[in-house]
């Protein structure tokens, strides 16, 4: 599914699915998707019987960052609910979220993050200001993510 090219992609054009596959049930645009990243950790070790003396680096395991999403309200109340289900307890709320790249025409998606069992851990209404100008009210959904692929 990934597309190279010769030109990088801009960053502005972009679908999430929060697990629901139905693109004629979108709910709402998001403004920002930040924090999908992946780190490896490595550890120092070196074998007592070793010819050369330092360390070799070995592999450790891996962990999944928390992605934030960030989108103007629209009074839908999906996103909120799916909070709730999981404030509850509702162990079979985990969903798969598919963040996936356009290009400028919109033909399809060009690259696909892939984030498997998340959970919501942060939901942040918008700040209310009756001075504020034309600020578009903001919320923010900051998800747990057990691991992340790319296609």
């Known amino acids: 599914m990934a597309t190279q090219r010769d030109n990088p992609y801009g960053g502005f054009n972009f679908l999430v699915d929060f697990a629901t596959g139905d693109a004629s049930t979108v709910r709402g645009g998001f403004q920002e998707v930040s924090g999908m990243n992946i780190e490896v950790t490595s550890a120092d070790y070196r074998a007592g019987n070793s010819p050369v003396n330092h360390p070799i680096k070995v592999n ?6 928390d992605v934030t999403f960030k989108r103007g309200l629209i009074g839908a109340l999906d996103l909120f609910q799916w909070v709730d289900a999981i404030r509850s307890g509702d162990q079979s709320a985990l969903r798969t979220v598919h963040v996936s790249l356009q290009d400028e025409a919109h033909n399809g998606p060009v690259m696909t993050w892939t984030l498997l069992n998340a959970r919501p851990l942060r939901y942040t209404a918008p700040s209310l200001n009756a ?3 034309s600020e578009v009210a903001i919320e923010e959904l900051v998800l747990s993510v057990e691991d992340m692929s790319v296609e």
């Open 60 to 65: 450790g395991v891996y962990k999944v960052g």
């Open 131 to 133: 001075k504020a100008g």
